[in-house]
């Protein structure tokens, strides 16, 4: 019961059906990869575990801890444990991320969250993350660097402690000092009561992330499943190698 | 980090009471030269102050009302009550000697605490007359006068006089005789030459009577050199029948000096909220207008300032946040009426549900103010498909060389924006209202923190239930 499971997921977006029943567990403790060629649906499945509103679920469910949380909204859904780490984080002008971390904080654990605590807190991921106690002060991802703005992504995760994380690409345009620097913050996240889905599209990440499993995505559903290895195969052989695979068994 | 978002959390809207104060004398219905005798007697004032209400009276009789802005036809002067005199107590110096339903008042809207947080003195307006009143005796050491209107009148007759109604003449519109006539409370500040007042003066008042017309007054004049920041909040309770508020600020800053006059009010929804706010600004002095406009039915308000000599500079920050059944036609205007003088207005409005916020400035450069430069920015932002918003924005340049910038945005709140938000926990009017907050943050971030924090506890009220 400790994991998150998709279960015959089928959604669609103006009419267009883009999960085509996806199944896919991560127990909690464990870091799972998921990869795939892009318009596969791995950013679409980030979204609809989040509860993005603009898919529409047509079947199946999305169990936390053997609840299903389908029906749930977005914020219900982040204060049972989920995160989701966004490919494109939004700015929003004139909200400081020292606010709005803190107010994110409190609506995790249900109650108020006193400065010290907050900044005992925050302080602890910038120093992990390497980052100046300056961008507190700073409007939530206005003006960022894409760099940045991924930064700033795991920043909300080492704070808000999430028991399940979802990271959309976010090692997408990241330079290699950058990439290690996301990477050790998912390390430190590591452990028995957290399990993440690392939704990437090359191998490179994994070199710093070492997943226990990894899924691959094709046309709206999970193809292939594996170790560590899987990613590297993949890396070495393309996605049209399993591609044909794929046609083969079917 | 604004200390001040993260305190308005959880709180909840605790100023819509009615407090059981009983008056002492309450005037007639309607306004008539009866009723406006009766009010100066009971102020006890010299003749010609009853000779100028008698004249601002029959200015206000002939001129008609103005039909050029938001629909006023719901607002029917005859009906409403112009004077109310409260208990026998005045401008108290210390805490103790207020009556205790005033006391309890002030309690629950948290002046206490604010004067112990160093404020430079309170005077809070309880209905028509100035009930508490101290200033820190640095203040009166350094010559700094921060008293009742009335008292400023009987007190500093020649200096009053010098000034009073100069800055704006009942004849300047209707409402601005109509507060000539009836006029009541308010605050009287001078500031000597170059006296720097470091802490914020603060006047705090309610009205509390209801269908009682408020028409406070306030006069400040910065001599030379001098500093202030004078600050006006207020919360009113909520009524069933309409009412009126129509204040007249006037405000002189004399050469060099700096000044701003912040202002936060919430009205109560039947509240037709109309006051003309002036400064003149002199040579190389500066002005600031932060204005807030929450609540009433209607509000009409557009602080303006006149820069009569060379280097005189204003600024203007307006907030204003419409409602269903709620126009606000709020704005600036700027005169630009000598040689090098600047300004700026930047406005943001908030219209929610069938709410209607319109900016209306005047923005004008006269013949031989030369080399004069105003920048006018107005965002507005709608939450609701019915929402309204309208820019009104009147400019007459009577100067080549003058720099005049305007620039309106109009936006909305972006769903991308409340999925991310909801993503880390908020809920969606939470969501909702945080982007509001970030909407006003560079007008916000000029305030003083405890009006920060009031100002981001209502709008966080205004937002709940608004989406989803």
Known sequence: ?250 | MSEADLRTLGEEYKYHFVDEVKPVFVAERGLSRRVIEAISYHKGEPEWMLKFRLRAFEIFQKKPMPTWGPDLSGLDLDDLVYYVKPAEVRDAKSWEEVPEEIRRTYERLGIPEAERKVLAGVGAQYDSEMVYHRVREELERQGVIFVAIEEGMKKYEDLFKEYFAKVVPPEDNKFAALNSAAWSGGSFVYVPPGVKVELPLQAYFRVNTPEFGQFERTLIIVDEGAEVHYIEGCTAPMYSTESLHTGVIEIVVKRGARSRYTTIQNWSTNMYNLVTQRALVYGEAYHEWVDGNLGSKVTMKYPSSYLLEPGARSEILSIAFAKTGQHQDTGGKLILAAPHTSGTIVSKSISKGEGRASYRGLVKVTEGARHGKVNVECDALLIDPESRTDTYPYIEIEEETAHVGHEATVSKINDEQIFYLQSRGLKEDEAAALIVRGFIEPIAKELPLEYAVELNRLIELEMEGSVG
């Open chain 1, 1 to 250: 019961m400790n994991q998150l499971e998709i279960r015959d997921l089928w959604a669609s977006i103006d009419g267009e059906m883009i999960l085509k029943g996806v199944n896919l567990v991560v127990p909690k403790g464990e870091v799972h990869a998921l990869m795939g060629p892009n318009g596969a649906g791995k950013s679409t499945l980030g979204k609809i575990l989040a509860g993005d509103p603009e898919y529409t679920v047509e079947k199946g469910e999305i169990l936390l801890d053997g609840e299903n949380i389908l029906e749930l909204s977005p914020d219900e859904r982040a204060r049972k444990g989920l995160f989701l780490a966004f490919q494109y984080p939004v700015e929003v002008p004139g909200v400081t991320i020292a606010n709005f971390l803190r107010l994110a904080l409190q609506a995790r654990l249900g109650r108020e969250v006193g400065v010290a605590e907050f900044w005992a807190k925050v302080k602890k991921a910038l120093e992990l993350l390497d980052w100046d106690e300056s961008y507190l002060s700073r409007y939530l991802n206005e003006g960022f660097s894409g760099g940045e703005k991924k930064r700033n992504e795991i920043l909300q995760l080492l704070v808000l402690e999430p028991t399940y994380a979802v990271l959309d690409e976010t090692d997408s345009g990241l330079d290699i000092d950058a990439l290690k620097v996301v990477a050790r913050g998912v390390n430190a996240m590591r452990g028995p009561n957290f399990g993440a889905l690392v939704i990437t599209h090359y191998q490179r990440l994994l070199n710093y992330i070492v997943p226990d499993r990894v899924h691959v995505m094709m046309d709206g559903r999970v193809v292939a499943e594996g170790g560590p290895e899987l990613a590297l195969e993949l890396e070495a052989k393309g996605y049209e190698w399993l591609k044909e695979k794929v046609k083969e068994g079917a």
